[in-house]
DNA sequence: ATGAAAGCGCTAACAA
DNA sequence: TTGTTAGCGCTTTCAT
């Protein structure tokens, strides 16, 4: 292993004129810091992070706490943490608390003791979590508090837009299929679903319950989508849909002929199912890298353009439209 | 942040009994051990992992390097090694090469650095990675090489028992979708085709080529698929059967009914796709968890029953028959 | 602009 | 069984 002092040794500098021709370069001479250079590349010399960690008291690393990783919306969330990460020379701790809100808090105490801060998805007991923390930075995704930082996806958007794209089909008559009524962000959907609904005239927005975010919720919803008189339905999110498209397989129902179907954040799912799925894209990977930019900024690491307001920024992200074969206009009657 | 020194302070001994207590505990009265071990929880003391890294030249944790965590594949398989990793104290560093080979060797000297082995998944240029290993012990998933341990699907009897479904359902010309030329599991599944073809009398196993392990790769297959007589198609794996799904469907081709689809590897998307897809399960977080466990006996960390052969055991998975409604009876003709 | 030197917190000889 | 001690490779004052 090639250290500090090989560096050294053969460029005829102390140890200290090395570190500093690394990470300080204006502070040495221009001719000795060329010398320096030159005898790292030649000898190839990579910093110990665990020494330079073990100085500056830092560890290097983020930690990262999704309720299931494979779920494809948090594949695709941590897959941009760890691609931001990895640019700015961190690593991923990644915790994966199994969809069980009480594992949540045991794992972040475990990750807050290993990394400089910790990045929380769709938290569902923050209270709770909040003890462990203890200090740590921790940035937030999909959850907001308003002592921390946050980036959350603008659901209500995505409704407002979502039902834009059936009205403009013709539809009137659109149900939606709810997630978990304590999740948050079925509120932010629901909200923007009313927003729209108070926009056009003579359109109705039928709201069909909460049902769990997966496939079997879905499911649960398809014959009351069916029963309500609906040409349109909305899920709560895609994997919802897909369910809602099984079902009305199987009754026999043409999508989108017969029923226009919408899924929400455009993950794998949305590709997936037969017919395609109509779905609100939302950058959950852009999510992930913005929370890493966020930690970043908050630790100042990041040069920094002008600093963060204080501790707690939220920032939302927007969502897109994307049109695949699940929808179509409403067949004449 | 409390330290050795604190807890040896506190517990009245030297730092090194401590030390001891923590990492060697038969190497401590118990007495003494109980004492430290009541003032580390009283304190909160969590050892410095940059220190002892430092100093002992371990991390503690495990790297897995895979093509792309938005994979329904390679998030189960990293979910797999997630946690077994935690229950054996370790963290995972994960890092993805988005598909593309050339990243791997950088990624992999990367965490070479900052762990204690790699595991690599479906690794696509062994000799390049190789070069930055430097004598790290590494566990290879799904890919063999007679130096390094490894752990791969059992695909080759999957693709028996594939066929043997669709030979009981009473089909006899069957076509297969083949996944990319130079993959070893590919070379697996043709060879369990092979094996399945010979055995059965009248059946006959049509190669429709090579293709992209996605979606898109069954698109492209479909219609050969169907000018082909066969009426089953086995895919490469999941996506690739959707891929056909989907064709099919807009070709009008009912499925199961006028062609039986199998998929491989039970990943979400088998479950997503319409009709739910008859596929082969494959126990991909039980690969992940194998090869942590084999990397732990590797490095001596398992008490070890009887130590691993030497540096290379080769372990295989079992593989099972999941039957949902892509396939049935072929339809008299 | 450069060098000397003091540790960061821990592990692992070696002594006792 | 326990304690003493010497660093691991680096950053960072403080001199020069």
């Known amino acids: 292993m090639v250290t500090l002092h090989d560096v050294a040794r053969a460029a005829e500098v102390s140890i200290s004129t090395v570190s500093r021709a690394l990470s300080a370069p204006d502070k040495v001479a221009e001719a000795t810091r060329r010398r320096v250079t030159a005898v790292v590349q030649e000898l190839g010399y990579t910093p110990n992070r665990a020494a330079s960690l073990l100085r500056s008291g830092r560890t290097g690393s983020v930690g990262l706490v999704v309720p299931d990783l494979e779920n494809p919306y948090f594949a695709s969330l941590a897959k941009g943490v760890q ?3 990895q640019e700015a020379g961190m690593s991923v701790l990644i915790a994966d608390s199994d969809e069980n809100p009480r594992h949540e808090p045991e794992l972040l105490s ?3 003791q290993q990394t400089d801060g910790v990045l929380l998805a769709a938290p569902r007991d ?3 979590d909040f003890g462990v923390m203890d200090g740590t930075p921790a940035i937030l995704i999909n959850a907001e508090h308003p002592d921390l930082a946050s980036v959350s996806v603008d659901y209500e958007e995505a409704m407002v837009r979502a039902v834009a794209h059936l009205r403009a089909l013709g539809h ?8 978990p009524t304590r999740s948050r962000s079925d509120g932010q959907r629901r909200a923007g679903l009313k927003l729209a609904g108070d926009q056009y005239d003579g359109l109705e927005i039928l709201d069909l319950g909460a049902f769990s975010p997966k496939v079997e919720g879905g499911e649960a919803a398809a014959d009351l989508a069916l029963g309500s008189g609906a040409t349109a ?3 709560y999110n895609d994997l919802v849909a897909v369910g809602l498209l099984r079902i009305l397989a199987r009754r ?3 999508v989108p002929a017969q029923m226009s179907v919408m899924g929400c954040d455009d993950t794998l799912a949305s590709q997936l199912a037969t017919p395609a799925l109509t779905t609100m894209y939302v950058d959950i990977r852009g999510a992930g890298e913005a929370a890493v930019n966020m930690f970043l900024e908050l630790s100042g690491r990041t040069p920094g353009k002008g600093r963060v307001s204080d501790l707690a920024e939220h920032r939302t ?4 439209l ?3 074969d699940s929808t179509a206009a409403p067949r004449r009657a």
């Open 322 to 324: 994307v049109v695949r």
């Open 233 to 235: 339905t909305i899920a």
């Open 83 to 85: 691609s931001r990460a």
């Open 110 to 112: 475990q990750l807050v």
């Open 172 to 179: 009137t008559r659109i149900a939606y299929v709810g997630g």
């Open 252 to 254: 026999g129902v043409d």
């Open 126 to 128: 923050l209270a709770a």
């Open 317 to 320: 992200l927007p969502v897109q």
